[in-house]
C-alpha cells in the first residue's frame, strides 16, 4: 500500500495490518452496497485498485497547479475544496465528511494543473483510487460502471440544487437550506468557513443567524 508522508512530495511504501486495511474500505464499500448490489468476489477486486491515505489536520491532499491524480472516498474526518481569488481570499467549493467523494474532477479528468486546494479539517482516513484504476474498473465491472454513473447524476443534482438556492432564495433562506441539508456540516466546521462556502462575510452570517435565532 501507499501512504503520503508529510515531508516527501509523493507517495511511500506502507505495510498496512491485515485488520486496518479491511477496516480502511468499510465505509467506502457500504457506499457502493447502497447503491448496486455489489457481491463480494467483485468487492475483492476493487479492493485491488484502491489506496488507503491518512491525512493529518490542516494537511494537503491537492494543491493549486498540481494534476489530480486521484479521486478521494472520506471513510474518516472532513475535507474541504477551495480556490485562492485574486485578492488571497479562500473561496471554498465543497465540504466532504464521512461517505462523500471530493477530488478536482476536472484535472482528474484532463490531466490539467488543478486550480482547487483540498486540505483535511480533521485527521482523515481516505480511499484513493488513481484515474487509472477508475477506468479498468469502468471496463471490467459493469455495475461499478453503475455505481459511477449514480454518482455522476447524484452530483449533478447537488450542483443543480446549489445554483437554485444561490439565484432564487434569499440568505436567510439558504443559510436555513444548508442546515436542513447538512446538519454534521454544521456541527463540524467553523462559521467562518460556512459563510465563505455561501459567498458570504463572516458578519453577514452572523447578522442571518442571529436574525433567525430572533424570528
Known amino acids: 500500500?501507499?501512504?503520503?508522508?508529510?515531508?516527501?512530495?509523493?507517495?511511500?511504501?506502507?505495510?498496512?495490518?491485515?485488520k486496518l486495511h479491511l477496516q480502511m474500505y468499510?465505509?467506502?464499500?457500504?457506499?457502493?452496497?447502497?447503491?448496486?448490489?455489489?457481491?463480494?468476489?467483485e468487492l475483492e477486486i476493487i479492493k485491488t485498485y484502491l489506496t488507503p491515505k491518512k491525512l493529518r489536520k490542516k494537511q494537503y491532499l491537492l494543491q493549486e497547479g498540481d494534476v489530480c491524480k486521484y479521486a478521494c472516498f472520506v471513510e474518516r474526518g472532513a475535507l474541504r475544496s477551495y480556490i485562492i481569488d485574486e485578492k488571497g481570499t479562500e473561496r471554498i467549493v465543497q465540504f466532504a465528511l464521512e461517505g462523500w467523494t471530493i477530488a478536482d474532477l476536472y484535472s482528474y479528468l484532463t490531466g490539467e494543473p488543478s486550480t482547487y486546494n483540498i486540505d483535511a479539517l480533521e485527521d482523515s482516513e481516505l480511499v484513493l483510487i488513481s484515474k487509472k484504476a477508475h477506468e479498468e474498473l469502468l471496463e471490467k465491472l459493469p455495475r461499478y460502471e453503475t455505481y459511477h454513473r449514480i454518482q455522476i447524476t447524484n452530483a449533478y443534482l447537488a450542483l443543480q440544487r446549489r445554483l437554485v438556492s444561490i439565484n432564487n432564495m434569499s440568505v436567510e433562506e439558504r443559510y436555513t437550506s444548508f442546515m436542513k441539508l447538512y446538519p454534521n456540516i454544521?456541527?463540524?466546521?467553523?462559521?467562518?468557513?460556512?459563510?465563505?462556502?455561501?459567498?458570504?462575510?463572516?458578519?453577514?452570517?452572523?447578522?442571518v443567524r442571529k436574525k433567525l435565532i430572533r424570528s
Open 186 to 207: 454544521a456541527q463540524r466546521v467553523p462559521q467562518h468557513m460556512i459563510a465563505s462556502y455561501m459567498g458570504l462575510t463572516p458578519e453577514t452570517l452572523s447578522r
Open 26 to 41: 468499510e465505509v467506502f464499500f457500504q457506499s457502493l452496497r447502497s447503491k448496486v448490489p455489489f457481491t463480494d468476489e
Open 1 to 18: 500500500m501507499h501512504l503520503y508522508h508529510p515531508l516527501h512530495h509523493g507517495f511511500v511504501v506502507v505495510n498496512w495490518p491485515p
